[in-house]
């Protein structure tokens, strides 16, 4: 649906814009008589700017999706590691949060290193080198 949304939007800037752009010239013209420019205002009026509004109400519908979208990916994360914060007792390791939540290790250090100065976490070197993130439960 996004895919077909993209398209129509591109179709009908492509239709609209141009149109509009030389309607706009033809009607700024001086060498023309008013007779010629008499048919440009009605005609942007029902070809060029209709084309343009919709495809900017679809746009504008395709970024409220992404930002919907966003949104509720934030949420899923967030409710993943308060899963994980209860499952391991308040103990996270950046490599097992980044598995559950299918995010990158930067990605997840990144998140759980904002998290930990958010809850006051504190830090723990492991044996083999890495790092825990322990929360306050």
């Given at each position: 649906m996004r895919l077909l949304k993209k398209i129509a939007a591109g179709l009908l800037l492509l239709c609209g814009l141009p149109l509009t752009l030389a309607l706009t010239v033809q009607l700024l013209n001086p060498d023309l008589s008013p007779e010629d420019k008499e048919g440009s205002v009605p005609a942007i009026v029902l070809?060029?700017?209709?084309?343009?509004?919709?495809?900017?109400?679809?746009?504008?519908?395709?970024?409220?999706?992404?930002?919907?979208?966003?949104?509720?990916?934030?949420?899923?994360?967030?409710?993943?590691?308060?899963?994980?914060?209860?499952?391991?007792?308040?103990?996270?390791?950046?490599?097992?949060?980044?598995?559950?939540?299918?995010?990158?290790?930067?990605?997840?250090?990144?998140?759980?290193?904002?998290?930990?100065?958010?809850?006051n976490a504190s830090y723990e070197a492991t044996e083999q080198g890495g790092v825990d993130y322990r929360f306050p439960l």
């Open positions: 070809f060029g700017l209709p084309p343009i509004a919709i495809a900017g109400w679809l746009i504008y519908s395709l970024r409220q999706q992404h930002e919907s979208a966003a949104n509720k990916s934030d949420r899923e994360i967030e409710q993943l590691f308060l899963q994980e914060l209860q499952a391991h007792g308040g103990v996270i390791s950046p490599i097992i949060f980044a598995t559950k939540t299918e995010l990158s290790l930067d990605e997840a250090k990144t998140y759980l290193d904002q998290k930990a100065v958010q809850l």
